[in-house]
């Protein structure tokens, strides 16, 4: 330490001195320290840093590897069609009420042989070249021989049957349902839509392509159903058994299933084709509550119909779990038409499953899309507004996802309700599981996806889960290759039309839908299942 000075001057000079340097010296600490304590944050940023590059350099592979991009298709020039022609053929086919009604309730099977009636008189080299079988009284199954009876068939598939319009809605239709009326360039009544225009376009399709004398090398079968609304037991079933027994196997199935739809797929602009490779089974239960029965006065603390709805209660608040599974094949086959974030989102759930998860529960149609649902549907019990049942009961229908068993779900039902009250059995009528997957990958599908850019142009095409029923289940055992398509484009107005008022189909697309089979049937018919139909002749169809 320096001496402290005598005079005030130097001693004024020694403070200002001796403060430099506490100062120097507290700031060089300070420093230290500082430099200390910065370098542990910058280390822990860098740190994070190069694990968020990690992240985002995984989300970009997995997301590349993700997508599947579609192939380019070969232009065709499209066979001429007469739209109005058609129409007419659907017109005619629309005013047979072939009208399938509840279980039970015997059809109407003069209607059946009246459009049996019409469509030997439309088609008449059909009905001269293949063979027809009548099954049940009702169902239609015809053959088409191929020249190469070594290959394995194929069968297109539709259904002669509607359902009944509801009596208090007919003053709401435009045009009534089995006029068969054809105004502002729709066809209009029960069927349209659902489905006899598949039927009159398969046939018109190979009343054409007889007329340019075509030959299948492969033979071809059409299986036209008598009750499919109400089941398939009589028609689409007894086919399959009907052919199981023979020995018949199917290199590949067609029946009806998705549509070519804009604006419903979320993330989707694009018009997408979507082709049913699986449809969900189907459960219901019956569950029955039981309690002492008595007079409303004096109840007790538990009512049979109170002990049911504690059941269903529980049953809704415990939904099955969701999976994505099936989203993501949708997803993966549509490649870039996707947004960037879906895309990045349904190629890394790992990530973002959650969010998904919760955007999809969302609507109706996507959380069915990604779970097996549970829906009661119906209930009864009391018989007088002063007596308490002895119990009451309710009909829980499930819709089960790939994956998902009847005898599971059952159990799973039983554990959810946990009430030695309520018993819970199986509807027999009302139970079967769901189809094996068919794989996008394969020759069937492939083809028909290029069929389909083919005859419509600009439409993407992806795979999907049919979530109601339909006929193809009941070939599952004949094909490893069923497939679910009708090619319409449709708005969601004109699915909500479907079973409900004002069916109806655009003229122009029913012509689109003869063309289009024109092509799968040349691409099927062959010894291999082609993913470029050749072009066929063009040529009108004459009266």
């Known amino acids: 330490m320096s001496p402290i000075p005598a005079r005030w001057d130097e001693y004024a000079w020694w403070i200002t001195r001796a403060r430099v340097k506490s100062t120097s010296a507290s700031t060089s600490k300070w420093n230290n320290s500082s430099e200390k304590g910065f370098a542990m944050p910058v280390t822990i ?51 047979c009420e072939t009208i399938s009604h509840l279980e039970g309730t015997p059809a109407d099977l003069s209607a059946f042989r009246e459009l049996r009636r019409v469509l030997e008189s439309q088609y008449p080299r059909v009905h001269a070249s293949l063979e027809r079988e009548i099954i049940s009284d009702a169902t239609l199954l015809y053959t088409w021989r191929g020249t190469n009876l070594e290959l394995p068939p194929v069968l297109f598939c539709a259904h002669l049957d509607v359902v009944p319009v509801d009596p208090g809605t007919l003053d709401q239709w435009e045009h009534p349902p089995f006029a068969g009326i054809i105004a502002d360039d729709y066809i209009w009544g029960r069927g349209t839509f659902d489905v006899k225009c598949q039927v009159i376009g398969l046939l018109e399709a190979a009343e054409l392509l007889l007329k340019q004398n075509f030959r299948p090398e492969r033979t ?29 196997r199917f290199e590949a199935v067609l029946d009806e299933g998705g549509v070519i739809t804009q604006g419903i797929i979320p993330g989707i602009e694009n018009p997408v084709a979507m082709i049913g490779i699986a449809e969900k089974g189907s459960l219901s239960l019956r569950l029955k509550a039981v309690a002492k029965p008595g007079h409303s006065s004096t109840p007790g603390k538990t009512t049979a119909i109170g002990i049911l709805a504690n ?62 649902t549970t829906a009661v549907t119906m209930v009864a019990g009391g018989i007088k507004d002063n007596l308490l049942p002895a119990s009451a009961e309710a009909i829980a229908n ?14 799973y039902a039983r554990l959810v309700i ?34 389909i850019r083919q005859v419509f142009p600009g439409a993407e095409t992806a795979p999907y889960l049919v979530l109601g029923a339909t006929d193809a289940r009941h070939y599952a055992g004949l094909s490893d290759q069923v497939l679910r ?51 066929l002749p063009t040529e009108a169809p004459g009266v």
């Open 485 to 535: 398509f009708t090619p319409l484009v449709s708005t969601q107005d004109d699915l909500s039309r479907m079973h409900g008022i004002n069916e109806r189909v655009h003229v122009g697309s029913l012509g689109r839908m003869v063309q289009f089979y024109m092509l799968l049937i040349d691409a099927w018919a062959g010894g291999e299942l082609k993913r470029n139909p050749v072009e």
């Open 398 to 411: 499930f819709r089960l996802l790939p994956g998902d068993t009847v005898e599971d779900l059952a159990e």
């Open 311 to 372: 059941a269903i209660t529980r049953l809704e608040n415990h939904p099955l779990p969701a999976r994505l599974d099936f989203m993501r094949i949708i997803y993966s086959a549509l490649g870039g038409a996707v947004s960037p974030t879906l895309q990045a989102a349904f190629a890394n759930t790992w990530l973002f499953g959650r969010f998904l998860k919760r955007k999809l529960e969302a609507s109706p149609t996507t959380n069915a899309s990604i779970r097996t």
């Open 220 to 248: 071809i079968f059409f299986g036209f159903g008598q009750d499919e609304e109400i089941g398939g037991e009589k028609g689409a079933k007894q086919i399959a058994a009907h052919l199981a027994e023979r020995g018949d």
């Open 45 to 95: 940023l860098i740190v994070v840093l190069v694990l968020l590059i990690f992240l985002i350099a995984i989300i970009l592979i997995r997301t590349s590897a993700f997508l599947r991009p579609s192939e380019p298709v070969a232009p065709v020039e499209l066979p001429e069609v007469d739209p109005d022609f058609v129409a007419n053929h659907l017109a005619e086919a629309i005013r």
């Open 418 to 451: 946990n009430d030695p009250r309520v018993t819970v059995v199986p509807v027999p009528e009302n139970a079967w599981e769901a189809s094996p997957l068919t794989s996008p990958e394969g020759a069937a599908f492939q083809s028909l996806a290029t069929t």
